[in-house]
């Protein structure tokens, strides 16, 4: 099981976003799937799930900004981020499991993560 996460860089302050996250060696449309970031300086926290039924958790900081979406004939998920602000700056990671608690997204509770995408926020 992979997953690659892309699509991070430096944006302006308003501006928008969209990361990816490619899975490899497993079919994701049964999956749920989860974006975490860690900002400088700061735990890693989460900051979307969903599964096939509808959100699990979303962060108070980025309701009515971000959106997580998917494409299973793709097996990629989204992160579509708009009116980016400052504080928004971090690592973003990508996860797919077969269950995600509400507290495990929450808290970003799993033992190992992979690569992820910086994103930086600033003028």
């Known amino acids: 099981v992979q997953l690659q996460a892309s699509g991070g860089g430096l944006v302006h302050p308003g501006n928008f976003l969209r990361l990816s996250c490619k899975a490899s060696?497993?079919?994701?449309?049964?999956?749920?799937i989860g974006w975490f970031r860690q900002a400088p300086g700061k735990e890693r926290e989460g900051v979307l799930c969903?599964?096939?039924?509808?959100?699990?958790y979303a962060a108070d900081s980025v309701k009515e900004r971000f959106t997580i979406s998917r494409d299973n004939a793709k097996d990629t998920f989204y992160l579509e981020m708009n009116n980016l602000k400052p504080e928004d700056t971090a690592v973003y990671y990508c996860?797919?499991?077969?269950?995600?608690?509400?507290?495990?997204?929450?808290?970003?509770?799993?033992?190992?993560w992979g690569q992820g995408t910086l994103v930086t926020v600033s003028s």
């Open positions: 996860r797919a499991e077969p269950f995600i608690g509400v507290a495990a997204c929450l808290r970003a509770e799993f033992a190992s």
């Open positions: 969903r599964d096939k039924w509808g959100i699990i």
């Open positions: 060696g497993f079919t994701l449309d049964s999956y749920a």
